[in-house]
């Protein structure tokens, strides 16, 4: 571990060079950090299916490239001018960066930094990749790429976490929980006593059902078409789940005949049009709100009547939770003991 990493790292990568095609175990070199960058020795990484989406070419990124962006690991080396983390500390890279000084950073309202890399450049801040493989340059993921051994991310696109920290289980917090716990508490403010319906029972899905319970909702709804999925949500907080492919109307009608019209918060975390319409028009028709948390298509274009939102409705999407992380780590990041366990880590300075 060295504090101003000068020394290229040449380490195995899953690369993939282009859409619709299997993963490429391969060697890659990765540049040592300029000023106000980390590098990090990554040891723990989710698989989210936004990686999934980049495959199959539905999420638009440059290829080639280095996904993954939900992990855990311990820095290695940083670049001049950081004083946020040093080498050895253990710390989550982040997609949603946060300079605080932007005014999505220092507004309450919101947590997309106009530093994030959504747009889809796969590149730093300053243009260039530090990534290169068999000569040729290697874009990067949303500021992160964790399907390496090694990353640079900028040094407002990471944070310190308590040394204790299991990585293999704290990695999620970089994207799965913390979007969809953050979509229920934050971005929807789920209250005591509301009724809740999530489309989507993934890892994300769950989440959100977690996010639902603590937030004291009294009925909480799971849909999916994967029966499997169930014995785990209900575990979770569900209250009951249900299968589409079990009705022959829609899936919108269905959930009001079940609820009487009275779904107060409905979440979307598939990624799919269809859904995100059904959801909005599950939820109350005067009050109800509607929030997407999974990522549309990149050339998706919904359709829908003005109607369903004249009355009153609210859609609302959801980054990464409205979480701002590397503030919210100051405090505790509580996983509950659905989980098999309690974590808390506090912010270390």
Aim: charged share 20%.
């Amino acid at each position: 571990l060295s504090q101003c990493g000068r020394g290229v790292i040449k380490c195995k990568a899953a690369v993939a060079w282009e859409p619709k095609k299997p993963f490429s175990i391969e060697e890659v070199e990765v540049a040592p950090p300029k000023a106000h960058e980390v590098r990090i020795k990554i040891l723990a990484s989710g698989i989210c299916r936004s990686d999934e989406h980049v495959m199959s070419g539905s999420f638009t990124q440059p290829f080639p490239i280095i996904l993954g962006h939900e992990a855990a690991g311990v820095v290695e080396s940083v670049g001049e001018g950081v004083t946020c983390v040093k080498p050895g500390d253990k710390v989550i890279p982040l997609f949603t960066p946060q300079c605080g000084e932007c005014s999505s950073c220092i507004s309450p309202k919101g947590n997309l930094c106009v530093n994030n890399d959504l747009s889809a450049s796969g590149l730093m801040m300053d243009g260039t990749t530090r990534f290169t493989c068999k000569g040729k340059p290697i874009h990067h993921f949303v500021s992160t790429s964790t399907f390496t051994e090694y990353t640079v991310v900028h040094e407002t696109a990471v944070v310190k976490i308590d040394a204790a920290a299991p990585l293999e289980k704290v990695c999620l917090i970089g994207c799965g929980f913390s979007t969809g716990y953050g979509a229920a508490i934050n971005t929807a403010k789920v209250e005591r006593g509301s009724t809740c319906v999530i489309f989507g029972l993934g890892g994300v899905g769950l989440s959100v059902v977690m996010g639902c319970k603590v937030a004291g909702a009294s009925r909480i709804i799971g849909v999916d078409i994967n029966k499997d999925k169930f014995a785990k949500a209900k575990e979770l907080g569900a209250t009951e789940c249900i299968n589409p492919q079990d009705f022959k109307k829609p899936i919108e009608e269905v959930l009001n005949e079940l609820t009487g019209s009275c779904v107060d918060y409905s979440f979307e975390v598939i990624g799919r049009t269809d859904t995100m319409t059904a959801a909005l028009e599950s939820c109350h028709t005067n009050y109800g709100t509607s929030i997407i948390v999974g990522v549309p298509p990149s050339a998706s274009q919904i359709t829908f009547n003005p109607m369903t939102l004249f009355t009153g409705r609210t859609w609302k999407g959801s980054v990464f939770g409205g979480m701002y992380m590397r503030s919210n780590f100051c405090g505790f990041v509580k996983v509950t003991d659905s989980w098999n366990k309690f974590f808390k880590f506090g912010c270390q300075k």
